[in-house]
């Protein structure tokens, strides 16, 4: 299974700044996915990171305040803009070789608490 | 949508009894179940995966059933021990793209 890195595992921003969020995974991978989880609660899909092109993204998400790059098989950013305290959770990466060669696997995550 | 509500259902159970954790899903066209086991401080940890063909699978101490009439699926873990101590979470393959949309998580506490 691919292991994936994520970096960083946790920072405390002020509000109004932006964070960008480095997920690596350690062999070429078809899809990749970002998460968000509030704490107890599940995740929720934030958008499918797409080699080469815009990534998709799901309903309540958008590209200005969550800009994803996928510049390779291996490697996608998310970036958190503008950050206001609601934007506290848990983002989380995952990546899979393809739709029908699941399962995604997970990387342990970035804390993210805004002030 | 995001899921609401602030507290997970808990299972607690004592060590070497067996767990099933249930999960109820939403897509009758859903064709792909996997279940997540998350650590306090981890993400969510691959546990095992059923297509839709199936009705059951086996892995080690864990099985998963799929009863598809009522869109019910579980996962039997046997001689639950301490470290299976975690949330778990079940997901659905049902959209495009292979995106998965996950159940609300179970927290399972195993008492020595």
């Known amino acids: 299974s691919a292991v994936i890195s994520q970096k960083p595992s946790r920072d405390i921003c002020q509000r109004g700044t932006s964070l960008t969020i480095q997920c690596q995974v350690d062999?070429?991978?078809?899809?990749m996915f970002w998460y968000r989880q509030q704490p107890g609660q599940s995740l929720t899909l934030i958008a499918t990171a797409n080699q080469g092109s815009e990534a998709t993204y799901e309903s309540g998400f958008v590209i200005d305040k969550f800009p994803i790059s996928r510049p390779n098989l291996t490697f996608s950013t998310l970036t958190v803009s503008n950050m206001s305290p609601e934007d506290s959770s848990i983002y989380l990466c995952s990546a899979a070789r393809g739709p029908e060669d699941q399962p995604q696997h997970f990387g342990d995550g970035t804390r993210l608490s805004i002030l | 949508g995001e899921s609401v509500g602030l507290h997970l259902p808990t299972l607690s159970v004592q060590e070497g009894d067996n767990s099933i954790i249930n999960c109820a899903y939403s897509n009758s066209a859903s064709d792909y179940f996997i279940w997540y086991k998350q650590e306090s401080g981890k993400g969510p940890q691959f546990i095992i995966d059923i297509r839709s063909n199936m009705d059951k699978r086996q892995g080690q101490r864990v099985t998963v059933l799929l009863n598809k009439t009522v869109k019910h699926l579980s996962l039997q873990i046997a001689a639950t021990q301490p470290g299976d101590s975690a949330v778990y979470f079940c997901?659905?393959?049902?959209?495009?793209?292979?995106?998965?949309?996950f159940g609300q998580g179970t927290e399972l506490s195993v008492k020595p």
């Open positions: 997901a659905e393959r049902g959209g495009e793209g292979g995106k998965l949309i």
């Open positions: 062999s070429q991978v078809t899809m």
